[in-house]
């Protein structure tokens, strides 16, 4: 149960690489019940930092969807697109703090390593070997402009993480068995998931995110980052993912159960919500 109060707010957070679809929908009906029974706001943010996926069209269909379907957020829209440089202010906070390295293994070499368990995150990344890291006392490369390398978290391999979860409850995962080191910069100069998450989440003052269950793992990833940039981690609130007649989680590819398409079947916001 949320705690009634005036300084609750949350976030909805999509990203503009295809249409909005029923488990979007839920999951940010969710959010907008809580922030109205604590009597507090939501924030809109853009998730636009996958250039090669975002298209403008995305943006404009994402406003339009989440007006038809009840939802309402302050203005204006936050877009990630233009905060790059507070990531990389986060990033030389890391390098300074000696918490990320820079990794030029590749995906392929993650996969093949025989000690690399899967891990089933939302990027289906399996735990990164911790015999691919570079010794703790390494000497630190600078970091260049642009960034022509990732550069890594490296996780404080076997520490328990925990936190509650407002729909799951009590939450705890291993460092380096549950998850290993996480990506927080990419080779193609972009910040990564995890890291822009936490930044915008703290500068925007956040108090509780909610979002799909498939994204509860990167919590932990998302707690060890906020204590390196001592910021103050918001709540979370996972929701449990809709699936289609299969079982299969719900994706951007699920065209005929995108709101865009469900409106033009006449479909109402009350038909869809009763029908949860």
């Not at 009634?4 to 503009?16: E, H, N, T």
């Not at 249409?19 to 029974?37: I, P, S, V």
Request: charge should be neutral; include cysteine.
């Amino acid at each position: 149960m949320v705690n009634a109060s005036s300084d609750y707010l949350g976030r909805l957070a999509p990203s503009p690489t295809g249409l909005m679809h029923l488990g979007h929908a839920r999951t940010f009906w969710m959010a907008q019940e809580r922030a109205r029974a604590a009597g507090g706001k939501l924030l809109l943010r853009n998730d636009d930092l996958d250039t090669a996926r975002c298209r403008p069209e995305f943006v404009e269909a994402m406003r339009e969807d989440l007006r038809w379907f009840g939802l309402s957020w302050v203005e204006p829209i936050i877009a990630q697109s233009a905060r790059i440089p507070l990531y990389r202010e986060a990033l030389a906070q890391l390098h300074a703090g000696g918490f990320i390295y820079p990794c030029h293994r590749s995906r392929r070499d993650v996969l093949a390593a025989a000690s690399a368990p899967h891990d089933g995150d939302e990027n289906n990344e399996p735990v990164f070997p911790a015999s691919f890291r570079p010794p703790v006392d390494a000497s630190l490369p600078a970091l260049t402009n642009p960034i022509t390398c990732n550069w890594r978290f490296r996780v404080p391999d076997g520490e328990t993480l925990q936190f509650i979860d407002g729909h799951f409850g009590e939450q705890q995962a291993v460092a380096g068995r549950d998850f290993g080191d996480f990506l927080v910069w990419r080779k193609d100069d972009a910040p990564s998931y995890q890291l822009a998450c936490v930044v915008d989440d703290a500068a925007m003052g956040i108090t509780e995110v909610v979002r799909g269950a498939d994204l509860l793992k990167s919590t932990f990833r998302q707690l060890l980052l906020s204590r390196a940039l001592k910021l103050t981690a918001p709540a979370f609130y996972h929701c449990p993912l809709v699936t289609d007649e299969n079982g299969v989680r719900l994706a951007k590819r699920h065209d005929a159960l995108s709101l865009r398409a469900l409106r033009e079947h006449r479909r109402t916001p009350n038909e869809i919500r009763a029908s949860w």
